[in-house]
């Protein structure tokens, strides 16, 4: 199993070793060759987007900040399994993160989706000393969702510190016992998945809109090309 980690930050604090914890399990418990590819933000990416809309107008690999986004991109077009991790940055993902994921606007179900997301699973981690992390591990969500992902889980944990070594005890036992059962999980569903409800629903609407509506290019000749249009479905396409 093929696993990419996307850090919202460059230090490794609790969401990072909560990250990691939950990807070293899955690795030890798939079957097969198993390989964790990890990208910190903003030490391995550090551009914001600048609003151009080279992307909607042509294609992300135009964008001018390609060359430096490509590698995070091929890691996750290739994996199995996605971590997006952000500790709570003023009840938000970090702003690293944020900028990360506004360069894939283009991806979303909305737009030009990438059929390989649908076979895909994913996890949204966050973290706090205190709340936030349900609107942090949603900020994730909804692009990890909008690509059309297969399965989303979602994990958000008061740890009531500021670092891994100050977490008391009783939380570090929930923490084990929910990357153990997170694990499982994931292992089990490998390669079952299917685009998630809320990117099937985007699809149909915009199916409707595509058919009913004045074509906006590129995104109609793109869905065209699919076979969208027709029978053909991003989550039954050969990928």
């Known amino acids: 199993m093929k696993i990419v980690i996307i850090h919202g930050q460059n230090h490794k604090g609790s969401t990072c070793m909560i990250a990691q914890e939950l990807a070293d399990k899955i690795k030890d418990k798939a079957q097969g060759q198993s390989e964790i590819k990890e990208f910190f933000l903003p030490k391995d990416f550090d551009e914001p987007c600048l609003g151009c809309y080279t992307c909607f107008n042509n294609d992300l690999t135009k964008c001018p900040h390609y060359p430096k986004l490509e590698p995070l991109a091929t890691g996750l077009i290739e994996a199995d399994l996605i971590i ?53 591990v949603k900020d994730m969500a909804d692009s990890l969702e909008m690509w059309g992902v297969g399965k989303v889980y979602k994990y958000g944990v008061g740890v009531q510190a500021v670092n891994p070594k100050e977490i008391p005890k009783r939380i570090l036992k929930k923490i084990h016992k929910k990357t153990d059962r997170l694990s499982d999980t994931v292992c089990r569903n490998a390669g079952k998945q299917k685009m998630n409800r809320r990117g099937k629903k985007w699809f149909h609407l915009m199916r409707f809109a595509h058919k009913h509506f004045p074509p906006m290019e590129p995104d109609y000749t793109y869905w065209e090309n699919k076979g969208w249009h027709k029978k053909a479905r991003p989550w039954k396409s050969e990928r």
């Open 84 to 136: 997006l991790e952000s500790p709570v940055y003023v009840y938000h993902a970090t702003g690293q993160m944020m900028s990360f994921l506004d360069h894939f606007g283009t991806w979303w179900i909305v737009h030009r989706p990438k059929a390989e997301m649908c076979s895909k699973q994913a996890v949204a981690i966050s973290t706090a000393a205190g709340g936030g992390m349900k609107s942090t």
